[in-house]
C-alpha cells in the first residue's frame, strides 16, 4: 500500500522560510511524478509544483523563483524549500503522486498525503 506523509508546516512572518517533507514509502521501483498541491480556505486545491520521473520541476507562477521541489530517493522524501513566504502562501499543504504519467490538475492526482498547515503572518 502506498502512503504518503507530510511534515514541517508551522506558522512564520511574512519574507521567512519553511521547508515542507512528504515521506514516501509502497512506491517501490514505479516511475512517479510527484506534487505539492494547497488548499487556502474557501478556495480549491492548486498544484504549486511537480517533479517528474526525469526530475524536471515545474512551478506555478505564483510560487516560482521562491519555492524549490526536490527529492531524495535514498531517504524515500520529497520536499518543498519555500523562501520569501508571503500572507498568501497560507494554506494547507499536500503531496500528491501520479504513476507513469504527470499533470497538473489535482482532481486527477491517485495519491495522495494527508497534508501539513502553512500559515504566513504579515
Known amino acids: 500500500e502506498k502512503h504518503l506523509v507530510e511534515s514541517g508546516g508551522g506558522s512564520v512572518q511574512a519574507g521567512g522560510s519553511l521547508r515542507l517533507s512528504c515521506e514516501f514509502d509502497?512506491?517501490?521501483?514505479?516511475?512517479?511524478?510527484w506534487y505539492w498541491v494547497r488548499q487556502a480556505p474557501g478556495k480549491e486545491r492548486e498544484t504549486v509544483a511537480h517533479?517528474?520521473?526525469?526530475?524536471?520541476?515545474l512551478y506555478d507562477y505564483d510560487v516560482k523563483g521562491r519555492f524549490t521541489i526536490s527529492k531524495d530517493n535514498a531517504k524515500k522524501t520529497l520536499y518543498l524549500q519555500m523562501n520569501n513566504l508571503k500572507p498568501e502562501d497560507t494554506a494547507k499543504y499536500y503531496c500528491?503522486?501520479?504513476?507513469?504519467?504527470?499533470?497538473?490538475?489535482?482532481?486527477?492526482?491517485?495519491?495522495w498525503g494527508r497534508g501539513t498547515q502553512v500559515s504566513v503572518s504579515s
Open positions: 517533479i517528474s520521473m526525469s526530475d524536471i520541476s
Open positions: 500528491a503522486a501520479d504513476l507513469d504519467h504527470c499533470g497538473w490538475y489535482p482532481s486527477n492526482f491517485e495519491v
Open positions: 509502497g512506491f517501490g521501483s514505479s516511475r512517479v511524478c
